[in-house]
Structure formats: structure tokens, C-alpha cells
């Protein structure tokens, strides 16, 4: 087997995680952060300031046209946004020489130290920290909405934190156009909306506030809030607490099979939410619950944000 060309001028190859990584000379010090079924993320030292960037490398990005169309969507996107709960791009390169030979293109972002699934495993956090994050995030989602963009994607995963509980968005590579047809498949799926399990070909920003509902509530309880083994026993587990859907939900399903279905369920009754958080604090319930919290509620256009004023300056509308 011939060996791979030298790298082109001004980048380095070097293997992490048996991987070979080709990248500008001005990042130095590569070690792996995490990797999940689209890539890899590294940290290195930016050799220009000396701060510490993170810098991910998507797996071959073109290998088919699904792959491709991630790809673009997330580098379209991270190029424009400018927010302070919000993930932004420093850098793009590719070490490929020409277009023919364009297989391979890095990200270089901000490195936030670690994301809030892992700090979850880590530590019970306080109700003064659950507010804060949620309203960054919720800050961020703002943002991110109004520019007409649905997410599609939150969970604890994507979510940023450093070590002053400043938080960002992360990972756009399913955020798609709000007013655009979309599929099913998007969201790990202890954190997808009703609406998206039965495959509404248009729905809106409150599929991002439905993953926020579930991202608090595991904040507030150390605990997966809906944890389905497939799509429809994510289904069962949610109406568990939210109840039976009304017909105005199951008249808006485009599918006759999934209206069928629904039909075919056994009444359920709403649960207190209070309840369902059986480990929170006096605040953990009371604020769920007495503000007709995210999650109340199957039908999109009912569900509302939350209370965060200690956090809000005044006049805050980003």
C-alpha cells in the first residue's frame, strides 16, 4: 500500500483515535474530545492568542448526498450566527489542494469545556442553576427562531457549558427552515415532540421547546423524563403524563394509519406535573407546574416558556 502524500503547506497530519487528522500548523496540540456518528471534535491551542479552540472534523462528508446536504446546512448556518448562547464558527479550512480533491473540511468553534449531559452525570444541579441554564438556552433558541430556523436536535448532548455555567447550541447539521417540508427522523428520540413521532410533514419552533421541556425536567430529577424503547412506546410513555391527545391533534395527523391509531389508544388521564418530578425541590415543582410548563400540553401552539425573570435584565429581548 503507497503511503498518503506529505500534507500540503501549512498543515500537519497527525492519528488521534485512529484517525488521521490534517489541520493549519497555527493549531497545535490536538486531543480528542468526543465523537458521535457524523464526527469527531478535537481541542487544540490556537498558536495566534493562546486560546483554547475546539475543532471538528466531519466524518466523509460527501460519501452520499444526505451526508452532504448535513454538512452544508451546518456550515451554512454556524457561518451566520452571532449570539452569545449560540455556537459560532472561528474558522473553516480543508488540507485538500483542489476541488477534485475535496473530501475533507474542519469546523473550529469555541471550546466550552463540556456539554450538559455529561455534567448532569457529574452533579446534582441546583435550582438557581437549572433556571440559568434554561434560560440560555431558551435565550439562544429565541435567537435561533427568529432568524426562522427549527433546531430539531436539542438534548443534553448539544448543549455547550463551560466552567462559569455559560452555555451554547450546538450542532446544526438537522436545523432546517421553519416554513419547509420536514421528515420524522430527527431528534434522539427521548426528546422529540409528539408531533414529530407521527411524522407531521410541517411543524413548527415548539418541537425545540417540547426538547427543552425534556432537557429541564432531567435537570430537575437526575432522570430521562420520557425513556421509549421505539417511537411508539416514546409515544405511551408521553401520554402518560400529557394524557390522550384531543381529536384537534388527531385531525391534524396527514397519516389515515397514525389517525387509526390514536384512535385506537385507551383514555388516558393528565398527570399533575408536579408529580411526575417526585425528587424536585419546593422551586423544581413549583415552577413546572404552576406556569402551564413546556410539556403540558400535545398540541403545539399551546406550550409556553417558563419563568425565568431573576435572569431577564431589563428590556432583554434577545
Not at 500500500?1 to 497530519?13: A, E, I, L, Q, T
Not at 446536504?69 to 464558527?89: D, P, Q, S, W
Not at 430556523?149 to 427552515?177: M, S, T, W, Y
Not at 415532540?193 to 430529577?221: F, H, K
Request: proline share 7%; net charge neutral; charged share 25%.
Amino acid at each position: 500500500m503507497s503511503s498518503p502524500p506529505p500534507p500540503r503547506k501549512g498543515f500537519y497530519r497527525q492519528e488521534v483515535t485512529k484517525t488521521a487528522w490534517e489541520v493549519r500548523e497555527l493549531y497545535r496540540d490536538l486531543q480528542p474530545v468526543g465523537s458521535g456518528a457524523y464526527g469527531a471534535v478535537c481541542s487544540a491551542i490556537d498558536s495566534r492568542t493562546g486560546t483554547k479552540v475546539a475543532i471538528k472534523k466531519l466524518y466523509r462528508p460527501f460519501q452520499s448526498e444526505l451526508f452532504a446536504k448535513r454538512a452544508y446546512r451546518e456550515l451554512r448556518l454556524l457561518k451566520h450566527m452571532r449570539h452569545e448562547n449560540v455556537i459560532g464558527l472561528l474558522d473553516v479550512f480543508t488540507p485538500d489542494d483542489t476541488l477534485d480533491d475535496f473530501t475533507d473540511f474542519y469546523l473550529v468553534m469555541p471550546f466550552m469545556g463540556t456539554d450538559l449531559g455529561k455534567l448532569m452525570k457529574h452533579e446534582k444541579l441546583s435550582d438557581d442553576r437549572i433556571q440559568f441554564l434554561v434560560y440560555q438556552i431558551l435565550r439562544g433558541l429565541k435567537y435561533i427562531h427568529a432568524a426562522g430556523i427549527v433546531h430539531r436536535d436539542l438534548k443534553p448532548g448539544n448543549l455547550a457549558v463551560n466552567e462559569d455555567c455559560e452555555l451554547k447550541i450546538l450542532d446544526f447539521g438537522l436545523a432546517r427552515q421553519a416554513d419547509s417540508e420536514m421528515t420524522g427522523y430527527v431528534v434522539t428520540r427521548w426528546y422529540r415532540a409528539p408531533e414529530v413521532i407521527l411524522n407531521w410533514m410541517r411543524y413548527t419552533q415548539t418541537v425545540d421547546i417540547w426538547s427543552v421541556g425534556c432537557i429541564m425536567a432531567e435537570m430537575i430529577t437526575g432522570k430521562i423524563l420520557f425513556k421509549g424503547s421505539d417511537h411508539l412506546d416514546q409515544l405511551m410513555e408521553i401520554m402518560k403524563v400529557t394524557g390522550t391527545p384531543p381529536p384537534e391533534f388527531v385531525q391534524r395527523l396527514q397519516s389515515q394509519d397514525a389517525k387509526n391509531y390514536m384512535e385506537s389508544l385507551p383514555e388516558l388521564e393528565k398527570k399533575d406535573f408536579a408529580s411526575v418530578l417526585k425528587n424536585a425541590t419546593p422551586l423544581g415543582k413549583e415552577g413546572p407546574s404552576s406556569q402551564s410548563f413546556l410539556l403540558s400540553t400535545f398540541t403545539p401552539a399551546k406550550r409556553r416558556v417558563p419563568y425565568f425573570s431573576p435572569f431577564c435584565p431589563p428590556l432583554d429581548s434577545n
